[in-house]
Structures are given as C-alpha cells and as structure tokens.
C-alpha cells in the first residue's frame, strides 16, 4: 500500500510530522507540502486510491471536498489538526484529533498521541506557533534548563520562519527538504549543534527582521495595529514571524500585516490579542480566502478594493 505524509510547511507540521515518523518510520511515504499559507494540499492527490494518507496541520474545512473524495476511493486517513475544522466526515477510514483549543498545536497533540515519546520536538513546534506558554508548560515534566529552552523556542521560531512565502522560491529551503534534514536528527539539541540548515535560517531571520522592524504602523487604535510590508521576497519570508513579534510586544492589542501580492491583491497576516486569543479567524473568514485558527488567522488574496473594508472590520472585530 502506497502512503502519503502531508503536512503544512511550518515548524508546525514538520515538527508534528517528525514525531510520528520517529515513532512510526515510513521511509517511502510521499511527502506533499508547500508554503504555510499552502492549505489546500489534498488537492495535491485528490485521485489517489487505496493508501494510507496521514494528514497534519492543515484546515479539513479547507479540504473538505477532497477529504471525502479520498474517503470513497478507498484511502485510510490519519487526520491531526488544530484548526477550525467544520463537518468531519463519518468514515470507519478516518481517524481524526481535531483540538482547536487555542493553545495548542499540531505538535502538542502528536505529543499527547505518543505519551511524549519526543516531547523535545513537540515544545520546538509548539515555539513555532507562537505557543510560548503552552510550550513552557510542557517542557515542566523534562527539566529542562533555560538555556536549552531558549535553544528550542530558536528552533521554533526559525523553522516557522522559513515558511513564509508567496511561493517555495521566496523561501531559503522547500520544507520538504526541510524536514528531510530535520529527520536526521533525533533531538533538537543535536540539530542545534550540528546543522548548517539552522545557521543559514538564523542569519536570513536577523536580517529580514532588521528591515520589517523599520515598519510603522498604518492604522492605530484601541482594537490594535495594522502594518503594511512592500511586495518583496524578505517581506513575505518575515511576514509570520514579524505578527508573531508584534503580538509579544504589547499582547494585549490584536495585530495585521499586509503585503501586496503580485496581482495587486493582499496578503494578510492577523493575530488576536495574546490576552485573549481570539477572534483571528472569525475576523478573516468574513473575507475572500480567508481562513485559519483563533489567535492567528489570514487571507491570501483580498481584492485591494476590500483594503479599507478589513481595516474597518479589523478594528469592529477587536473593540468589543
């Protein structure tokens, strides 16, 4: 039987997915990914029959449609997720673990499937999402130091980094390859000290941070702040980290990124307020394409003609 690991190309998902195949070695499955913004993925395979796909941190309310198609063609599916996940299928061929609880991830609850079998990389992925909490009170049970710590949330944080992109070639490394070089190590520590994958993504991260920390607010209010990047590659690479950034920075207001997309429309990043949250993806489902969880949400392609209208319902969405 032929099997598939798809998964989103975040810290996430690859983090999640090392876990499982650390656990449970499937060397010749196929690897399906893309960008983090790269949701749809079982479109990628939509005609497969009679395999074994396991699914990981993407939407199944994005992939509704051929989630059931894969269902009726015979496929056993393993589907792990954190995101709004709207109907699940009812198919003795679909094991799901939908948990849109806003801390937690896709890796957290890989780690909960595994009894923390690899914890480690569970609280990297957990890092990755922006979970700083969630991630600190896991690492509880392995003592660990807060220079280690410190080296795991890095990890996170870079992997998540590369993610980022309109396109792979906006990003230093396909996260296929990324995670086929992440799956060589069986600790996080031990990637630490030895990959050259990671001193790459650290020097790449400082610089395009340095150039979105020059980014001022557009718009500014009670509800939170709004911040637009220009239409480049190091702009989109920084996008989901630099939301990240802004929320730890004051948490108790909701933040947005634009970025031009090359057809004139946006690209958007939101993240509710850390205090509470809440209330991203509500914001983002109300748009064309938009979509995504709770504390942190986004919309592909919003036609710039709606420019004003999010920024409107933006500040409606995070006043109340």
């Known amino acids: 039987m032929a099997s598939y690991?798809?998964?989103?190309g975040d810290a996430d998902g690859i983090c999640a997915l090392h876990q499982l195949r650390l656990h449970d070695p499937q060397p010749d499955a196929r690897l399906i990914t893309g960008?983090?913004?790269?949701?749809?993925?079982?479109?990628?395979?939509?005609?497969?029959?009679?395999?074994?796909?396991?699914?990981?941190?993407?939407s199944m309310d994005s992939n509704h449609g051929p989630l059931c198609t894969l269902l009726e063609h015979g496929n056993s599916i393993l589907y792990i997720d954190h995101h709004f996940s709207g109907d699940v299928p009812k198919s003795p061929a679909l094991q799901a673990h939908i948990d849109p609880a806003p801390q937690t991830c896709t890796s957290l609850i890989v780690d909960k499937i595994l009894g923390g079998a690899y914890r480690e990389w569970a609280i990297v992925g957990a890092f990755g999402d922006n979970l700083d909490e969630a991630a600190e009170q896991s690492a509880l049970s392995l003592k660990l130091?807060?220079?280690?710590?410190?080296?795991?949330r890095e990890i996170g944080i870079l992997l998540n980094y590369n993610g980022y992109g309109a396109t792979v070639e906006d990003l230093f490394f396909p996260p296929e390859d990324l995670f086929t070089h992440v799956h060589q190590w069986n600790t996080p520590f031990d990637f630490y000290d030895s990959s050259p994958v990671l001193q790459t993504l650290r020097q790449g991260y400082t610089t395009d941070m340095e150039k979105a920390g020059e980014a001022i607010p557009i718009q500014q209010d009670v509800a939170g702040r709004i911040f637009e990047l220009p239409d480049e590659s190091w702009a989109r690479r920084a996008a989901g980290v630099f939301s990240n950034a802004l929320?730890?920075?004051?948490?108790?207001?909701?933040?947005?990124?634009?970025?031009a997309n090359a057809d004139g429309s946006l690209r958007i990043s939101v993240r509710a307020p850390l205090d509470t949250r809440q209330g991203a993806d509500e914001l983002c489902r109300k748009f064309p394409t938009g979509g995504g969880r709770a504390a942190a949400a986004g919309i592909n392609q919003l036609p710039s003609a709606l420019k004003k209208e999010f920024m409107a319902a933006f500040s409606r969405q995070f006043s109340t």
Not at 5 to 8: A, G, S, T, Y
Not at 145 to 152: A, D, F, M, N
Not at 247 to 259: M, S, T, W, Y
Request: glycine content about 0%; cysteine-free.
């Open 5 to 8: 690991d798809v998964f989103n």
């Open 35 to 58: 960008v983090k913004r790269d949701i749809r993925l079982l479109d990628k395979i939509k005609h497969v029959e009679n395999s074994s796909i396991t699914v990981l941190d993407i």
């Open 145 to 152: 130091s807060r220079k280690e710590l410190h080296r795991l």
């Open 247 to 259: 929320a730890r920075e004051k948490p108790e207001l909701a933040h947005a990124l634009l970025i």
